[in-house]
C-alpha cells in the first residue's frame, strides 16, 4: 500500500510534463508522418495518429487511459459497470468515455462508429477466424495493434516481463504522436520497479500459486502470462511457469505436492473470493496447504493482474506480500 | 416417418409445387432485400438503397452518405446475406440428397464425420496456430478436417465392406466419437480464455462474411446442385431401397458412396465457412416433400430455396435479437427450427 501512495504524486507530475510535450507534438500533428511498429509478428503503420481509437475491455483501455488519450478514442468495447468501477479511482476521465459495444466488437459497429483505430489482443477482443482481426480491419482502413501479452495465443512463445507492458505503453505512444508523454510514464514505472528490486534483493524467491478459478482442475497463470511476470519481479515464482501458456489449467495435486509458500487469489468481485475461500477450506488436501493455513493469501484484481498499468502497483503489492514483514 | 416417398413424378404434383416455389423465391428476395436494412448500426432502408444503386449503376452523383456506412452495406451486409443464403440452400439440398441416397429420414448434411472433422480443423486453427494464412486460416484447417474425417470414413467403409447405408452411417458415427476426442484434447491444452472462441466459433454464424469468402461456398453449391440434379434418378431409386434400386439399373453400394461423398464435400465448404448450423439440413428436406411430395428433381431445388429462406431469415434474428451483438446462427436455428417443425407436424395431425 505505501508503493500505491509514493507512486500517485510521481505520476501526477509526469502526466502534468507529459501533457507540456503534447503541446508541442500537437503543432506538428498536421505534418505528422506514418508510423509503423511491430505489433505481435507483424507490422503495423498508422499514417496519421488516430483521432477515433476503440479499445478492449479495461486492462488495456487503462493504458490508453494512463497516456491520457480520452479525447483521441470514439469509446471502449466491454462491460460498462465494470469499467467504470475500476477504472474511476486511478482515472477520473474514463467517466467521459462512451461504450461502443458490450461483446466482441463487429465490423459493422466499429464502421458505423468511424472507428480510425483498434486496440485489442487475442481473447481480448479479437479471436482467430472471427470477424474483428488485423487483416480483416485493415481492408477497411483500420490498423490494430495487439497487446503483446496475447500474442502467445497466435503461437508466438515469449516470456512475459514487464517489458511487455513497456513496450505497449511505447508503442502506443508513438501510434498517438505522444512520445514524451509515454516515455515519462514509462520511466516513472522503471523507477518503481527497481524500487522494487533492490528491495527484494538477496531474499529467497517463493514459490506462488496464482488461483484464478476452482474446479476439477486448478485455473492458474501459465508461463505465458502476465502474473508470472509480475511474481518475478516481486522476488517471487509462478509455481505453474513450467506450463506453457497463458491461462490454463494444472491439476490439484501438483499445487498440494508442490506445497507453495503463497496463495495469490484473482478477484472477478461478486463474491468470487467468498467462493475461492470456501472451495479451499472444503476440500482435504487443500485446506492443508501451508499457505492457507497460514493465510498467506493476497488478493489482487483482474486489472492489476492482467496488462495494463496497475501491474507495476501490483508488483509493489506482491513484494510488499512476500518480502515484507515476515 | 414415412416422409420419404418417392412418387413417380407428375405433372400435376409440378403443377402443384409451382405456386409454393414462386412464393418461396419471392418470400427469399424480400427477406434478403428487408435484411440489408437490419444491422447494429442504424442505416435508413433509403440509404440502402440508394448506396447499392451507386453501385450497381454509378450515376457520377456526389455520395450524401460516409465511406463506412457504405462498406456496411456493400462490403459486410450483402455478402453476409448472400452467404447465408448460399450455405442454407447447400445445406438444405445436400440433405435432401442424403436422405435419399441413405434411405434415412435422420440423415443430415454433417454425416461420415463432417461436423467433426470440421471441428478439430476449426479448433487446431482458433486455439493453436492462429491466422497464419490470414483469414482463411480457419476455413481452410476446418475444410481440410471435414475432408480428411470423410476420407477416414471411406477408407473404414471400404476395409470393412460397408456398402450398406447402415454401415456408413454407423462408420462415421465412429470416426466422429474418435475425431470428436481428439477436437475436444485440443481445447483441453489450449488457453481458457480462448475456449470460449471454439464454441463460438462452432455454433456457427456469418459474421466473418465478406466477398472474399463467397467464390467457394457459391462453386460447390452450383457443382454440387448441377450433380445432384443429373443424378435424380439414381437418388430416387436409392430412396425405394436397395433392390427396386438394382432392378432399375442402379449400381446401388458405388452410387450411394458417390453420392455421399460429393454430399460430405460440399457441406465441408459450407461448415468450413459458417461453422456448424444445426436443424436446416434435417429438416428443409422433410418440410418440403410435406408440399411437393418425394421426387427429387422437384425436392432438391426446393430444398435448396426453403434452406436459403430460411438461413436468411435465422441471421436476421441471429443480429436483431441481442443487437449489437450477434447471436450465434446455429442457436437461431436449432429454438425456432425445432418449434417450427413441431408446429408443422401438429398441423399435419389436425388437417
Not at chain 1, 507530475?13 to 510535450?21: H, N, P, S, V, Y
Not at chain 1, 506514418?34 to 503503420?45: L, N
Not at chain 1, 468495447?77 to 468501477?85: E, L
Not at chain 1, 483498434?118 to 490498423?143: C, D, H, N, Q
Request: charged letters at 20%; hydrophobic letters at 50%; a positive charge.
Amino acid at each position: 500500500m505505501t508503493g500505491l501512495r509514493m507512486g500517485f504524486p510521481s505520476l501526477r507530475l509526469l502526466a502534468g510534463l507529459a501533457g507540456a510535450g503534447l503541446a508541442l507534438c500537437a503543432t506538428s500533428a498536421g505534418q505528422a508522418a506514418p508510423v509503423t511498429v511491430r505489433s505481435c509478428d507483424r507490422m503495423v503503420t498508422v499514417t496519421q495518429p488516430p483521432q477515433r481509437a476503440v479499445s478492449y475491455d479495461s486492462n488495456l483501455t487503462e493504458m490508453m487511459l494512463a497516456l491520457d488519450l480520452t479525447d483521441r478514442m470514439a469509446g471502449y468495447i466491454g462491460h460498462r459497470d465494470r469499467m467504470r468501477a475500476s477504472a474511476l479511482d486511478l482515472f477520473p476521465k474514463a467517466a467521459q468515455l462512451r461504450q461502443i459495444q458490450r461483446g466482441y466488437p463487429n465490423r459493422e459497429t466499429l464502421l458505423g462508429e468511424g472507428v480510425d483505430f483498434y486496440f485489442a489482443g487475442w481473447s481480448y477482443g479479437m479471436r482467430a477466424g472471427g470477424e474483428v482481426t488485423p487483416e480483416k480491419l485493415a481492408r477497411f482502413g483500420i490498423p490494430v495493434y495487439e497487446l503483446t501479452e496475447s500474442c502467445v495465443r497466435i503461437g508466438r512463445r515469449e516470456k512475459p516481463t514487464l517489458d511487455f507492458l513497456y513496450r505497449d505503453l511505447l508503442n502506443l505512444g508513438r501510434i498517438f504522436g505522444v512520445e514524451a508523454r509515454a516515455d515519462s510514464l514509462v520511466a516513472g514505472y522503471r523507477r518503481r520497479i527497481d524500487a522494487v528490486s533492490r528491495k527484494i534483493a538477496g531474499k529467497p524467491r517463493l514459490d506462488v500459486f496464482l488461483f484464478d478459478s476452482p474446479g476439477r482442475v486448478a485455473g492458474t497463470a501459465g508461463a505465458h502470462s502476465m502474473p508470472t511476470a509480475l511474481i518475478e519481479a516481486a522476488g517471487g515464482r509462478n509455481m505453474a511457469d513450467d506450463t506453457p501458456g497463458n491461462w490454463t489449467r494444472i491439476s490439484w495435486e501438483r499445487v498440494i505436492e508442490r506445497d507453495p509458500d503463497a496463495i495469490i487469489m484473482m478477484d472477478f468481485g461478486q463474491g468470487d473470493m467468498r467462493r475461492k475461500m470456501d472451495f479451499l477450506a472444503a476440500r482435504p488436501g487443500l485446506r492443508e496447504l501451508r499457505a492457507f493455513r497460514q493465510g498467506r493469501i493476497l488478493t489482487l484484481g483482474y486489472n492489476e493482474l492482467t496488462p495494463g498499468p496497475r501491474n507495476v502497483t501490483a508488483v509493489e503489492k506482491i513484494a510488499e506480500f512476500l518480502h515484507g514483514d515476515h | 416417418m414415412a416422409i420419404i416417398e418417392p412418387a413417380a413424378p407428375t405433372r400435376a404434383r409440378r403443377h402443384r409445387a409451382l405456386l409454393p416455389g414462386l412464393v418461396v423465391t419471392a418470400l427469399l428476395l424480400g427477406a434478403m432485400a428487408g435484411s440489408l436494412a437490419v444491422g447494429s448500426a442504424r442505416i435508413p432502408f433509403a440509404e440502402v438503397r440508394d448506396i447499392l444503386l451507386s453501385r450497381i449503376m454509378p450515376t457520377g452523383a456526389a455520395p450524401y452518405w460516409k465511406p463506412g456506412i457504405a462498406a456496411i452495406v456493400w462490403d459486410l451486409r450483402l455478402p453476409r446475406i448472400l452467404l447465408a443464403a448460399l450455405v442454407g440452400a447447400g445445406l438444405g439440398m445436400v440433405g435432401a440428397a442424403m436422405q435419399s441416397a441413405t434411405r434415412n429420414p435422420l440423415a443430415d448434411p454433417y454425416l461420415l464425420g463432417v461436423a467433426a472433422g470440421a471441428v478439430l480443423g476449426a479448433n487446431l486453427a482458433i486455439l493453436h496456430v492462429g491466422d497464419i494464412l490470414g483469414p482463411a486460416t480457419t476455413p481452410l484447417f476446418a475444410f481440410a478436417g471435414a475432408l480428411g474425417a470423410t476420407l477416414i470414413v471411406l477408407s473404414i467403409a471400404r476395409l470393412t465392406g460397408s456398402t450398406t447405408a447402415d454401415r456408413l452411417i454407423l462408420s462415421g458415427v465412429a470416426v466422429s466419437f474418435v475425431v470428436t476426442a481428439c477436437a475436444n484434447l485440443l481445447i483441453l491444452f489450449a488457453d481458457q480464455r480462448s475456449a470460449a472462441n471454439v464454441t463460438f466459433w462452432t455454433l456457427g454464424g456469418f459474421g466473418a462474411a465478406d466477398w472474399s469468402v463467397l467464390p467457394a461456398p457459391a462453386v460447390a453449391l452450383a457443382a454440387g446442385g448441377a450433380w445432384f440434379l443429373a443424378k435424380r434418378r439414381d437418388l430416387n431409386a436409392l430412396a425405394m431401397g436397395d433392390e427396386t434400386a438394382t432392378t432399375l439399373g442402379v449400381r446401388v453400394a458405388r452410387a450411394r458412396l458417390l453420392h455421399m461423398t460429393a454430399g460430405a464435400f460440399i457441406t465441408g465448404v459450407m461448415v468450413s465457412v459458417s461453422g456448424m448450423i444445426g436443424f436446416v439440413g434435417l429438416m428443409t428436406p422433410h418440410l418440403v416433400r410435406m408440399v411437393v411430395g418425394g421426387d427429387n428433381r422437384l425436392v432438391l431445388p426446393a430444398s435448396a430455396l426453403v434452406g436459403a429462406l430460411f438461413l436468411v431469415l435465422a441471421d436476421i434474428v441471429s443480429r436483431t435479437i441481442i443487437a449489437p451483438d450477434d447471436l450465434p446462427v446455429g442457436v437461431v436455428t436449432g429454438v425456432v427450427g425445432g418449434l417450427f417443425f413441431v408446429l408443422m407436424l401438429r398441423n399435419r395431425a389436425g388437417g
